[in-house]
């Protein structure tokens, strides 16, 4: 029954975060599609924080109506939209519309939307759910949550999205003589992927729908568990004195001072106290919302600008080896976890370094540090992978913290990465799409000085 249990929750976790996880991974074949090109991901960073009124909808309902929301028919309900979602994504993502003169992906974006309303809300459905279990399957679920980023990234390998040659192509004039010579430029040609997105969306259905049927078993299974109380009595010997107080009656009128004073202590002991401090609590919570600013919003609207003038190679290398980074950090979560905040600290600064790496090589776009070197290749997706990797740790491991701490913990948490991630996304579109501080080139054509 455990390892049944421990498969279903895993399965229910792939599906949180499968589809978004699967655009991100299928976008160094989009852009090359979609009229938007290398400003799509700042596009969609936006639409996928704007679902963010599912996550404030829950939230809003355990803060006024509390005990009153089912949170199992939420969960069926997203993960419903969610299938239908990918489907029709994979029939009319191509489509296209005119919009204040210019073509837009309006079908791709519309379905992006329910799709980030899917994954965001299991932000703060998913996890609370988890609690009916108890806490060995939390880390089990977060296997699964990384594994939404890991099976789109190797489906994608397979795919080989977005690769492309430089080509010398012979450019015909008009006026062209037999006299002239031949004049050749130098042009980018994309190679075709081994399936279509077609296919790659309808996997992302598939996934979303093996999620759905293992939610339906768990929220079928007997309530014979309850809820998690580790941590809540720090010392052992508590336990064994309140046992000792069972072996026989006692007598009231011969209690003495001393008695009395032992039996406050033993009800101080056994009273659950707080895990954290305030100033420990805010510090979690702060890292909760720029782990995941950084992320979902600040990093990915610009993975475009920092990976392609590298090639393509390096792009979908640091798109999906990236996400394979993620449930990497979940299992190393799981056989080595470490709750000390200063060590969780330290491991946010050093990520961080590694974002502020990747978004320096976005600044300097289209001529970043060591381009068209096998070293700048490998550096900038060690620093991609590196980046989401030490994150996604600090995110698991915070998670476990608050899951301990009680439910209502895990909902702000989830309500917490939410506003990180709209904010670094907010912050970064009009940057990327207004200002135009990030700029685009031609690995073929683009001419970097040495």
Not at 377 to 396: E, H, P, Q, R
């Amino acid at each position: 029954m455990p390892l049944y249990i421990h498969a279903l929750a895993c399965a229910f976790g792939l599906g949180s975060w499968v589809s978004i996880n699967g655009l991100w991974v299928e976008l160094p074949l989009i852009v090359n599609v979609l009229p938007e090109g290398w400003d799509l991901p700042s596009y969609l960073t936006v639409i996928i924080q704007l679902a963010n009124f599912g996550p404030l909808l829950v939230t809003l309902a355990h803060k006024f109506c509390p005990g009153r929301l089912r949170e199992n028919l939420v969960i069926y309900a997203v993960l419903s939209i969610g299938v239908v979602a990918c489907v029709l994504l994979a029939v009319f993502w191509k489509k296209t519309t005119i919009l204040l003169g210019q073509p837009h992906s309006t079908a791709f974006f519309i379905l992006t939307f329910f799709l980030a309303l899917v994954d965001c809300t299991s932000s703060v459905t998913f996890l609370p759910f988890m609690m009916q279990l108890p806490a060995k399957y939390i880390t089990t679920y977060f296997i699964g949550e990384g594994l939404s980023g890991l099976v789109p990234g190797l489906v994608a390998l397979a795919q080989g999205v977005g690769m492309s040659k430089c080509v010398n192509v012979s450019l015909v004039s008009d006026n062209f003589t037999e006299s002239e010579p031949p004049t050749f430029i130098v042009e980018t040609q994309y190679l075709p992927p081994n399936f279509s997105t077609e296919i790659f969306f309808s996997f992302l259905a598939i996934m979303t729908a093996i999620s759905l049927g293992a939610f339906l078993m768990l929220d079928r299974l007997p309530r014979t568990f309850e809820l998690s109380t580790e941590n809540l009595v720090p010392d052992s010997d508590a336990v064994a004195t309140v046992c000792s107080g069972l072996e026989g009656p006692v007598d009231h009128n011969a209690k003495t001072n001393s008695q009395e004073e032992e039996e406050k202590k033993q009800i101080r002991v056994l009273l659950p106290k707080p895990l954290h401090s305030d100033c420990q609590l805010a510090f979690i919570y702060f890292m909760v919302v720029w782990v995941n600013g950084a992320t979902n919003g600040l990093l990915p609207s610009v993975q475009t600008f920092s990976c392609m003038p590298y090639g393509n190679l390096a792009y979908h290398l640091s798109a999906a080896l990236s996400a394979v980074a993620n449930p990497v950090a979940c299992i190393i979560a799981m056989f080595f976890p470490k709750r000390s905040l200063v060590f969780l600290g330290i491991l946010c600064l050093l990520g961080s370094a590694f974002g502020g790496y990747n978004m320096a090589m976005a600044a300097m776009s289209p001529c970043p540090l060591l381009q068209h070197t096998p070293l700048g290749d490998a550096i900038i997706v060690l620093s991609w992978v590196f980046f989401t990797g030490l994150l996604s740790y600090v995110k698991v491991m915070v998670g476990v913290i608050l899951r301990d701490r009680s439910h209502s913990a895990l909902v702000w948490c989830g309500a917490a990465v939410q506003t990180g991630s709209l904010l670094g996304s907010f912050i970064m579109f009009p940057l990327v799409n207004i200002y135009h501080l990030f700029q685009s080139g031609d690995v073929c054509n683009t001419k970097c000085p040495l």
